[in-house]
């Protein structure tokens, strides 16, 4: 064999290699690895990427109950073979864990969604805050290139709205300076930099997708949104006489989990990494989403007073459509709380610095990704009242059966 066709040769099987290589993923699926898969937003990933016929890898952390509730519809006996959910133990403050994770599955792509979340919390264990949500970032990002899969393994940040803080520009978009106001966004800060400057330094497909707040009847129950549709659903079934808020006035730019979900997997599926924002363009002060869970049901609630003075009192109540979402067995008695107090201030929940107003524009995310938003806010609102509704009758079925149900202090 002359070198010429020795060459050609080779040149041939690469090609017919690689033509099946790409066969069998078709085949196979890809393998995604989520980190933070039993919180909101992976429990929602691993559902989406599952459907479209990915192997999904999560990352869950020890604990001394289950914790994984979210995902316990997707969960499959360990002993069956070929399953598509494939749950390990680890931490994102343990490296060697990591990468003896990404180097067994080697993923075509990472979710990097875990987090210490929580911005209130982060101001009490800000050290922990910035080694999970700073250093959890570099970890992921330095096992990819150490393992040799910087050409394989895309990964997505899981970057946030809160780095805009003290906002520098209105509406808030990918060029907008950042100016964090707190432990959280000043780690996820680093967690941004990072991303960018892995990309650019070692050709990595790392990108940033900064998300404005999300939410869904999987959200948390300490984040405001799901504080409100608890706390709503409780009173008005009786089970509950008030509800204790932190600043009403901050604005928030909200969106429904299972959108912003779509905007992460269309990010990693781009030929060419890059960071996007993500949100609606609305922005409401937490004032009104309280009014708004209200109404939902039927009830009026009128805000009145100033800073920790302020209240929330019933002054309507619409009977049609409280036995519409409710049942009339409940009306009787809540019509009998008109004029009382629901909603007050309580300075524990303020923060030591504030976010006051977030509004995002994702026009680069509408235009590249071709992505936009299905669920308005009413719709957001609904969906999570109908939720925990349905959530919160069966403690009261259980109340009015005899049975001792616990109180909520969030
Ligand atoms: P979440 O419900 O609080 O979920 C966080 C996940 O991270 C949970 O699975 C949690 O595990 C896990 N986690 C926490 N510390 C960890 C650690 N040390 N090692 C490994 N896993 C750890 O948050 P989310 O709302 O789904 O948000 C997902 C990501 O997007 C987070 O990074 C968040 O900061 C970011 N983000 C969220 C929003 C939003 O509005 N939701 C907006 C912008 C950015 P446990 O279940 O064991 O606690
Ligand atoms: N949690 C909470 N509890 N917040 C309250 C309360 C209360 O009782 N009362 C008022 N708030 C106000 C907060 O002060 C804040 O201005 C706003 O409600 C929203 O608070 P959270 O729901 O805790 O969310 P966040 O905006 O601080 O952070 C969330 O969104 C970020 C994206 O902008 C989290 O999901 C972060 O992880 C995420 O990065």
Same mark, same amino acid.
């Given at each position: 064999?002359?070198i010429d066709?020795?060459f050609?040769?080779k040149?041939?099987?690469n090609?017919?290699?690689?033509?099946?290589?790409?066969?069998?993923?078709?085949?196979m699926?890809?393998?995604?690895?989520i980190?933070?898969?039993?919180g909101?937003?992976?429990?929602?990933? &691993? !559902?989406y990427? @599952?459907?479209?016929g990915?192997?999904?890898h999560?990352?869950k952390? +020890? &604990?001394s109950?289950?914790?994984t509730? +979210? @995902? =316990?519809?997707?969960?499959? =006996?360990p002993?069956?073979?070929?399953r598509?959910?494939?749950?390990?133990?680890? =931490?994102?403050?343990d490296?060697m864990?990591?990468?003896?994770?990404?180097?067994?599955?080697?993923?075509?792509e990472?979710?990097?969604l875990?987090?210490?979340?929580?911005?209130?919390?982060?101001?009490?264990?800000?050290?922990?805050?910035?080694n999970?949500?700073?250093l959890?970032t570099l *970890? @992921?990002l330095? $096992?990819v290139r150490?393992?040799?899969?910087v050409?394989?393994?895309r990964?997505?940040?899981?970057?946030t709205s809160?780095?805009y803080?003290?906002?520098?520009?209105?509406?808030?978009?990918?060029?907008?300076p950042?100016?964090?106001?707190?432990?959280?966004?000043?780690?996820k800060?680093y967690?941004y930099w990072?991303?960018?400057?892995?990309r650019?330094?070692?050709?990595?497909?790392?990108?940033?997708?900064?998300?404005?707040n999300h939410?869904?009847p999987?959200?948390?129950?300490?984040?405001v949104? *799901?504080?409100?549709t608890?706390a709503v659903?409780?009173i008005?079934l009786g089970?509950?006489?008030?509800?204790y808020m932190g600043n009403?006035s901050?604005? +928030?730019?909200?969106?429904?989990a299972?959108?912003?979900?779509? $905007?992460?997997?269309l990010?990693?599926?781009?030929?060419?990494?890059d960071?996007?924002? @993500?949100s609606?363009?609305i922005t409401?002060?937490i004032r009104?989403?309280i009014?708004?869970?209200?109404?939902e049901?039927?009830?009026?609630?009128d805000?009145t007073? !100033?800073?920790?003075?302020?209240?929330?009192?019933i002054?309507?109540?619409?009977?049609?459509v409280?036995n519409k979402?409710l049942?009339?067995?409940y009306?009787?008695?809540?019509q009998?709380?008109?004029?009382?107090?629901?909603?007050?201030?309580?300075?524990?929940?303020?923060?030591p610095?504030e976010v006051?107003?977030?509004?995002?524009d994702?026009?680069k995310a509408r235009?590249r990704l071709?992505?936009?938003?299905y669920?308005?806010?009413?719709?957001?609102?609904?969906?999570m009242?109908d939720?925990?509704?349905k !959530?919160?009758?069966?403690e009261?079925?259980?109340k !009015?059966?005899g049975?001792?149900?616990?109180?909520?202090?969030e």
């Open positions: 064999m002359t066709n020795h050609a040769y040149f041939i099987i090609y017919q290699l690689s033509i099946i290589n790409c066969q069998l993923s078709k085949i699926g890809k393998v995604a690895l980190t933070g898969i039993t909101q937003d992976g429990a929602y990933m &691993a !559902e990427l @599952i459907k479209k990915y192997t999904v999560g990352i952390r +020890r &604990a109950l289950f914790n509730d +979210r @995902i =316990d519809h997707l969960y499959q =006996d002993h069956v073979e070929n598509n959910l494939i749950l390990h133990y680890g =931490d994102l403050t490296s864990n990591l990468t003896g994770i990404i180097g067994e599955i080697k993923p075509d990472i979710y990097n875990a987090a210490m979340s929580h911005v209130k919390v982060s101001f009490d264990t800000p050290e922990y805050t910035a999970v949500d700073g959890g *970890r @992921i330095e $096992a150490l393992l040799g899969l050409d394989k393994t990964i997505y940040q899981a970057s809160e780095l803080g003290l906002v520098q520009e209105v509406p808030q978009k990918e060029t907008t950042f100016y964090p106001r707190s432990p959280y966004a000043v780690a800060l967690a990072i991303t960018v400057n892995y650019e330094a070692y050709g990595m497909h790392a990108s940033n997708g900064i998300l404005f939410e869904s999987l959200r948390g129950e300490t984040f949104t *799901r504080k409100v608890r659903s409780r008005v089970m509950q006489k008030d509800v009403l901050s604005k +928030r730019d909200w969106g429904h299972k959108d912003y979900i779509k $905007a992460m997997y990010i990693l599926q781009q030929d060419k990494p960071d996007y924002v @993500i609606t363009g409401t002060s009104d989403f009014a708004m869970a209200f109404e049901i039927g009830v009026t609630v805000f007073g !100033e800073g920790i003075n302020e209240i929330g009192t002054v309507a109540v619409d009977k049609k409280f979402k049942g009339d067995h009306y009787e008695s809540f009998k709380r008109m004029g009382e107090v629901v909603v007050k201030v309580d300075p524990q929940y303020f923060r610095t006051d107003l977030l509004i995002g994702s026009t235009e071709k992505w936009q938003p669920y308005t806010l009413p719709l957001l609102i609904r969906d009242m939720s925990d509704i !959530e919160m009758k069966k009261a079925y259980l !009015e059966g049975y001792k149900v616990l109180n909520y202090f």
